[in-house]
């Protein structure tokens, strides 16, 4: 199998029967009590996912997963701020010791959905807090990653995790690739994580995380995830955390309100000045989410349409992607 990325593929258009996109339904369900009218998920970074966006994307049908580069007290106020209108937002905890009582403080005040939340899942620390975590409560559901291989997906379902995090390196502001040598393309991992997991006869839902530039890109990672998560296509809006500021336009010739933007291995996010696998970048001020998350919905719907399929189950099993050559890709203006 090629080393394919989002860039590389375009999904082939099929025979459809759907007259209308209002007979297409892009719900999907990530566990038992966990169904979600639009499969995104709004990135668990700092600068992305607090109350007011995991609010909002909850309006819109969308998960919201809150981030873990704050204080543990002010954990628990932006959780039970979010849980009183969206109730299956969930919280992110790292695997250091000190996480474990992040953990029970949120547990306490009423958490059940908890992200292990670490750069490289596969591993053993990520093995010791599942276990912590499924000893103190099986029932809890834990989203593990992040991870991209077969063998660490086989691994995280063994250790008990729920729902499997794919992607390593592919965020628009994460070197984890240039700097370390590490990663797998992320379409590429999505592929041979499913086939994978097919071959073992393992049901898990997986969410995709990183390498999103389109809407296009997020219809091609839905072939083989429940869910997509977002964090640059999510940034600069006014329900994320953090200020804004003013700056001058050269471009425009006026002032203009930005935001900053930082990876989660960043030294901004973690309270440091190290910036081995992460850096910053600031954003322009875009508006409502609303409108974003309302244009990604019609452009799923649409996507289903291509292929005729009239819910993601469908889409899954009818959607082709075909590698396309450099001309195409030239042609399809990805670059």
């Not at 049908?61 to 106020?77: D, T, V, W």
């Not at 997991?197 to 995709?208: F, G, Q, T, V, Y």
């Not at 955390?241 to 006026?254: A, L």
Request: aromatic residues 10%; proline residues 2%; contains cysteine.
């Amino acid at each position: 199998m090629i080393e394919t990325t989002f860039n590389d593929v375009l999904i082939e258009p099929q025979y459809s029967e759907i007259i209308s996109r209002k007979d297409i339904n892009i719900e999907t369900k990530l566990f038992s009590n966990l169904i979600f009218k639009l499969p995104i998920c709004g990135s668990n970074m700092k600068n992305i996912t607090e109350s007011k966006m995991a609010i909002e994307l909850n309006k819109n049908g969308a998960f919201g997963i809150l981030h873990r580069f704050m204080s543990i007290e002010k954990n628990i106020k932006e959780f039970n701020d979010s849980v009183k209108i969206a109730p299956n937002t969930a919280v992110s905890i790292g695997t250091k010791d000190d996480e474990k009582e992040r953990f029970y403080e949120l547990y306490k005040n009423g958490a059940r959905i908890f992200v292990i939340d670490i750069a490289h899942g596969d591993s053993l620390n990520m093995k010791k807090m599942i276990s912590y975590i499924k000893e103190y409560d099986k029932n809890i559901i834990i989203i593990a990653g992040n991870i991209a291989t077969g063998s660490a997906a086989i691994n995280l379902y063994s250790w008990g995790a729920n729902i499997l995090k794919i992607g390593i390196g592919g965020g628009s502001v994460c070197e984890t690739r240039q700097n370390t040598g590490i990663g797998v393309p992320q379409l590429y991992a999505l592929q041979t994580i499913d086939m994978i997991l097919k071959k073992e006869k393992i049901n898990i839902p997986r969410i995709s995380d990183g390498g999103i530039k389109c809407v296009g890109d997020i219809c091609k990672a839905l072939k083989y995830s429940e869910m997509v998560m977002l964090g640059n296509m999510l940034s600069g809006y006014t329900e994320t955390p953090g200020k804004f500021y003013q700056r001058w336009n050269n471009d425009n010739q006026e002032m203009e309100w930005y935001t900053v933007y930082g990876g989660s291995a960043s030294g901004e996010n973690k309270g440091h000045d190290s910036f081995s696998e992460g850096r910053i970048k600031t954003v322009a001020l875009k508006g409502k989410v609303k409108y974003q998350l309302r244009k990604i919905a019609d452009g799923i719907k649409s996507s289903f349409s291509y292929v005729g399929a009239k819910n993601l189950k469908e889409f899954q099993n009818k959607a082709i992607l075909k590698e396309i050559s450099v001309g195409g890709i030239k042609e399809s203006k990805f670059y």
